[in-house]
């Protein structure tokens, strides 16, 4: 198996940087995934990497080789893009093979290639049709076919779901994490949506204006976001961020008279709440107005005021409230992430018990890079 190595990886066209200085390896076998917005630098990091475009500065080495200037055919990847880029005039099989056509690979190697991949993907009765004649997650399957004959270590995946309905995507993300493992690929996967990454990737690379905005597990991206990006990235709802001000005895939320959240100022710091850490408690220290509600099944999220500043709170079932009606709300003081309001970076302060105003231990800093 192959992993992927980049170093100070540049790429600019004119005065425009789209990667700047990013640095991440892939170990063999593991699955990391390239996430941000449109216009972060994801998709032309993995062109990069891909050969399809050449790097202005830093280095790119996949199995120990540098590959910096190669072209694509001699980096020993394959590639799914986002459109499957399938021949419409060419069948199921030809189309799986055609790389292999190219390569003049013999008959007997391809004709097993071809059968190996059909079984693993389910494709044994469509090999004779044409790409119109399949569904959108047949012709995924086709494409990614073709990078299993390919018999490439390293596979890279630009938003390949793109197109699908919610539910196909629900059931090719299972497929693509389960090929992956069973053949051992090693595999650089873009995508915007953070449920394709928090569900696919060993590793999330999440990406801002070009650099690297923070690099971690999934479980440690949603639990310990580095920023106010990160964080209001991952999770749906987003986390809520909210303006704190000096209070009496500490940190209160902005346009309230408390309680305190931590010791201290709070003039010119954050605190972010995710919205299924909040509990609608009737003993809560919070006071809350409820705006709307929205239902959406087997949860509702409940959009409330306080102070001057709105956050989201997600409760079980459906929940009937009136304009304006008065809440109370209470959260584990773990469960806060503070930021500073300038840099909009993370930092540690010690909560307070709501109750009692005593200190709780600040919870560890994780390692984001």
């Known amino acids: 198996m192959s992993g992927i190595e980049i170093r100070n990886l540049c790429k600019q066209w004119a005065a425009f940087a789209a990667v700047q200085d990013v640095s991440f390896e892939v170990l063999p076998g593991k699955l990391t995934v390239l996430l941000g917005p449109s216009g972060c630098g994801k998709s032309t990091t993995l062109r990069l990497i891909a050969g399809l475009e050449m790097a202005t500065s830093g280095q790119i080495r996949i199995g120990g080789r540098d590959v910096t200037w190669l072209p694509p055919a001699q980096r020993g990847l394959s590639m799914v893009f986002q459109s499957y880029a399938l021949f419409p005039h060419l069948t199921v099989a030809e189309n799986i093979t055609f790389g292999l056509d190219v390569r003049k690979v013999p008959k007997k190697e391809k004709k097993e290639r071809l059968e190996y991949a059909a079984q693993i993907l389910g494709l044994d009765a469509l090999l004779h049709r044409r790409p119109s004649q399949l569904s959108g997650g047949q012709q995924q399957r086709v494409a990614l076919g073709r990078a299993i004959v390919a018999k490439a270590s390293v596979c890279l995946m630009d938003e390949p779901l793109s197109n699908l309905d919610a539910q196909l995507r629900h059931d090719m993300r299972a ?64 986390m809520s961020i909210l303006s704190l001000a000096d209070g009496a005895h500490g940190a209160v939320i902005s346009g309230t008279q408390g309680p305190a959240l931590f010791g201290g100022k709070g003039e010119g710091f954050l605190l972010g709440i995710r919205p299924e850490q909040i509990r609608d408690d009737p003993d809560g220290p919070i006071d809350a107005k409820v705006r709307s509600v929205d239902y959406h099944g087997a949860d509702s999220i409940l959009d409330c005021i306080i102070g001057d500043q709105t956050l989201q709170v997600r409760v079980e079932g459906v929940r009937r409230y009136g304009a304006d009606e008065a809440i109370r709300l209470g959260w584990d003081p773990q469960a806060m992430h503070i930021f500073e309001a300038e840099s909009e970076r993370r930092v540690e302060r010690a909560p307070l018990d709501f109750a009692s105003g005593k200190k709780r231990p600040a919870a560890r800093t994780a390692r984001h890079n």
């Open 175 to 238: 497929e693509i994490k389960s090929l992956q493992r069973s053949l051992g690929m090693t595999m650089v996967y873009v995508t915007h949506d953070q449920v394709e990454a928090m569900s696919l990737a060993d590793e999330i690379i999440l990406m801002r204006a070009g650099k690297i905005e923070q690099r971690a597990a999934p479980a440690d991206l949603y639990s310990t976001p580095v920023s106010t990006f990160a964080a209001r990235f991952i999770g749906t709802p987003a």
